[in-house]
């Protein structure tokens, strides 16, 4: 198949990185970015306190589009949290009070202003709550205004209403207008800030399209429309997704030593794709590391998990989290940078604490049948030490003189439990 020949600097990196998997009107758009600042947004809920790395390759295309010259404008859904996007739902989504989405917000907040530069220039990234045109709307304003535009029939063989109506399950008429909403979003930024390009996951590709023709049949202005490949691991996972749950991008919800942790422990499939989606460093070097074979593709892992937590964390982060993670894994110390979990002094005094119950205190397994499963496995370690049975009771001597023990299940989650 032939690459699309790009003349903007925008779209060429977008291609040559991999982004691209869908764009509306490519020749208009190549032409607007090669031609002009074009102001591009991505629409993020604030359903939690942080995102999780599945929303990384999109912080990332915010990333791209600024560092091509263009303007990236942030949307946080204040307005759309309230309503939840059903797409890949079966359920809806629990309502969350205004405070708790405007919390959840100025956390999300923190993440980007690592990756995006904002201010008042040109090309400065911005950030703006929809609910600032959203929650002014009448009800019966808004379906005149704009009830008009849609038909039942198209929003319904949009994917995120056809799958979850095949599945039986039920979709509430408030989620029901989320692309109605969605698509008034591109409207009001358009006549707000000039924006004319909306970009997202492929998942989204009926919303955004729909945006698309609204702003062109309303106001007759040119919209954009751009999606990425739905990212999936080389094993077919779903990108973010581990045994241990969601890689949070605030360090409050994850520390920078797990995030170091998850870029090291990809598949050796998966490098070369993550290191051209989720870091700057160069085609060229991307290129040197990912041809990297046996035992040396670990560098071009570490290289990536470097990179990437440096770009989140900062470079001081970074490296003290690999530091951690070399003394652990390679040289089998404990480090204080490690993920630390804390062990009742007084239980195990009196015998209450068991191979079982410390694996579901550290949170590496999730329940007593869970655990017991990794202990016959072979998968479980203490001190160094296989563990064989699942009721062992662990004495304070497992502690050592210092009141740590080391825990790990596989090759690749190491812990540190500490007497208090």
């Known amino acids: 198949m032939t690459e699309p020949a790009f003349k903007s600097d925008f779209l060429k990196t977008l291609r040559d990185r991999g982004y691209i998997h869908q764009i509306t009107h490519p020749d208009e758009l190549d032409a607007a970015a090669a031609g002009g600042v074009v102001s591009g947004y991505i629409g993020f809920d604030a359903t939690a306190p942080s995102l999780h790395v599945g929303s990384l390759i999109q912080i990332m295309m915010l990333r791209r589009l600024q560092q091509a010259g263009h303007r990236p404008v942030v949307v946080m859904g204040g307005g759309t949290t ?33 990756f995006l530069t904002f201010g008042d220039g040109p090309t400065d990234a911005v950030m703006i709550d929809n609910d600032e045109w959203l929650s002014t709307y009448g009800y019966i304003q808004f379906l005149r205004d704009y009830g008009t535009h849609f038909t039942v029939n198209r929003m319904l063989a949009f994917d995120s209403v056809r799958l979850r109506l095949e599945r039986e399950q039920p979709m509430t008429f408030l989620e029901f207008n989320y692309m109605l909403m969605q698509s008034v979003d591109f409207l009001e930024l358009n006549r707000r800030l000039g924006v ?12 955004i399209t729909s945006g ?17 490949p739905l990212l999936t691991t080389a094993s077919g996972g779903k990108m973010g997704k581990t045994a241990q749950g969601a890689v949070w991008l605030n360090a409050e919800q994850l520390s920078p030593y797990d995030y170091w942790q998850f870029w090291r422990n990809v598949d050796d499939a998966d490098v070369g794709k993550f290191l051209r989606l989720f870091t700057d460093l160069s085609l060229d070097e991307i290129a040197r590391l990912e041809a990297l074979d046996g ?30 993670a070399e003394s652990a894994f390679e040289k089998g110390q404990l480090s204080e940078d ?22 579901i205190m550290s949170e590496v397994v999730s329940s007593r049948n869970a655990a017991r499963r990794e202990i016959m ?24 003189a210092d009141g740590e023990l080391e825990l790990a299940k596989g090759k690749k989650t190491r812990l540190r439990a500490k007497l208090t």
């Open 295 to 324: 035992a040396a593709i670990n560098d071009a892992k570490k290289a990536l998990a470097d990179a990437a937590t440096t770009m989140l964390h900062g470079e001081e982060a970074a490296a003290t989290a690999r530091q951690a």
């Open 377 to 400: 496995g072979g998968g479980i370690r203490i001190n160094g030490t296989k563990v064989a049975d699942a009721e062992q009771v662990l004495s304070l001597s497992d502690f050592g």
């Open 338 to 359: 490690m993920p630390t979990f804390t062990v009742d002094r007084q239980q195990v005094l009196e015998g209450a604490v068991t191979t079982t119950s410390i694996l």
């Open 82 to 114: 309230k309503v939840g996007d059903p797409t890949g739902k079966d359920a809806s989504r629990p309502q969350l009070t205004d405070e708790t989405i405007q919390a959840n917000i100025a956390s999300i907040r923190t993440v980007f202003e690592k």
């Open 196 to 207: 004319t390009l909306q970009m997202g996951g492929s998942d989204q590709w009926g919303n």
């Open 212 to 228: 698309v023709d609204l702003v062109r049949r309303v106001d007759q202005k040119s919209a954009f429309g751009l999606t990425t």
